[in-house]
């Protein structure tokens, strides 16, 4: 499983705090995770109301967020500090210093909205934890360790089954491997949610290519034959093919637009068909693709 941060034990997220222990339990607490303090006392009925709601939607915030519950009758000295003046009295810290507060009790819908937005000061750190993990998987993919993307990819979707960067990693990490029917069969059991997201038609165009490419001819014979005689279009569609397969997406590019120049409608426009696989198996801004979109627009339109 991912390390993807700690989860507070739920007793941990609401303690009873004083005037001794402010500055460690709100003030230095609040520098990583956004602390509610709840002024309360024994006798006030709107705090018997407010207190249990406050603590279940923070405890409901999952860690993100933690309370201090502060009886002002023994505790008067940051009651006094922050002019507490009637109770029951919330005060929100981040990073050391007050950020958001209300005094009076308020409805459930609006504590929870209130702890939420209190939470979200510091992001979300499963979140930012997924991304940079992500982030790491990719890196070990563009330096040539599929096995260990794999393994990092699969742990990801562990922790978030729908995440569709990571289902597109893992089947880009099993091309890699050279394993296509893995990569195809782990496309196919993405959830039916993610499954048109831009990420996975992506990984769906990469292994239509890799398929492909399984079969594509040598380069340089095909190259001369194109060259002696340059009306043969699938002698030029192949060669595409296999410009491709060899890392040499560019000049497949320019083969394609080249044959779709001289005929367009060959094959059912399997050139125009072809050069949008390339593309949507690329980045949107990778220069190649909008190159190759801008020079097919000029030509379908000249």
């Known amino acids: 499983m991912l390390e993807l941060g700690d989860t507070k034990a739920a007793t941990d997220l609401v303690i009873e705090g004083s005037d001794a222990g402010f500055a460690t339990d709100v003030i230095e607490a609040s520098q990583t995770v956004p602390v509610i303090v709840d002024f309360w006392a024994q006798w006030c009925g709107p705090c018997k109301t407010l207190g249990p709601a406050l603590e279940a939607a923070v405890q409901k915030a999952g860690g993100r967020v933690k309370m201090v519950k502060i009886d002002v009758d023994a505790n008067q000295v940051y009651a006094g500090q922050l002019q507490v003046q009637s109770i029951p009295t919330v005060y929100a810290f981040y990073q050391g210093r007050p950020v958001d507060g209300f005094q009076g009790a308020l409805p459930p819908s609006e504590i929870e909205a209130f702890v939420n937005k209190v939470a979200d000061l510091a992001g979300n750190p499963e979140a930012e934890g997924l991304a940079e993990a992500i982030e790491a998987a990719e890196q070990m993919l563009a330096e040539g360790a599929a096995t260990d993307a794999a393994e990092t ?13 990571a289902y ?16 195809e069969a782990i496309l196919n059991g993405a959830p039916a949610e993610i499954s048109t997201h831009a990420a996975l038609e992506a990984a769906h165009a990469q292994i239509t290519l890799s398929r492909e490419a399984a079969n594509a001819g040598p380069v340089a014979e095909l190259q ?9 279009h699938q002698a030029r569609f192949d060669l595409a093919t296999a410009l491709h397969a060899n890392g040499k997406v560019e000049e497949a590019v320019a083969e394609l637009l080249e044959l779709f ?14 050069l949008f696989t390339i593309f949507d198996a690329l980045d949107a801004k990778d220069p190649v693709v909008l ?9 379908i339109f000249a």
Do not use: C, Y
């Not at 893992?170 to 296509?180: C, E, I, P, Q």
């Not at 001369?224 to 005689?229: I, K, R």
């Not at 120049?261 to 072809?274: L, V």
């Open 224 to 232: 001369d034959t194109v060259a002696a005689e340059p009306d043969n």
């Open 261 to 274: 120049r001289r005929d367009r409608d060959w094959n059912d426009g399997a050139a125009k068909t072809q």
């Open 168 to 183: 597109a990693g893992l089947v880009r990490s099993h091309l890699a491997m050279g394993d296509v029917d893995q990569a």
């Open 291 to 299: 190159n190759g979109r801008r020079k097919l627009s000029s030509l």
């Open 153 to 165: 990819f699969a742990a990801i979707l562990q922790e978030e089954p729908a995440n569709p960067a």
